[in-house]
């Protein structure tokens, strides 16, 4: 399943990992200068991940991150919206809530 975030709803998204086929969709609607952060929460069972990341998330040099897997874990993901690149850029995140 893709998950669809729409930029225009809001800055602060809330998922609840139950399995590990999820691709995050890319953001609709951004606006230049837009921040996000998406909270990411382990179900009871754990060693859930995201699958894909839509082609509008730029992670750097420092690549994808690794969720952390122990249930009930929550892992924090920010990002900031840059027009000229079309992407979502990774500004932050911070693991193991």
Request: net charge negative; glycine share 12%.
């Amino acid at each position: 399943a893709t998950i669809a975030v729409n930029a225009a709803l809001g800055n602060d998204y809330r998922l609840t990992l139950t399995s590990s086929t999820a691709t995050m969709g890319n953001p609709s609607n951004p606006i230049d200068g837009q921040t996000i952060k998406m909270q990411f929460t382990q179900d009871a069972t754990g060693t859930r991940t995201i699958a894909a990341w839509g082609t509008s998330y730029d992670f750097g040099v420092a690549g994808t991150p690794v969720l952390s897997t122990a249930t009930s874990t929550i892992d924090i993901v920010g990002f900031v919206y840059n027009g000229a690149k079309t992407a979502w850029l990774c500004v932050g995140t911070v693991l193991g809530f």
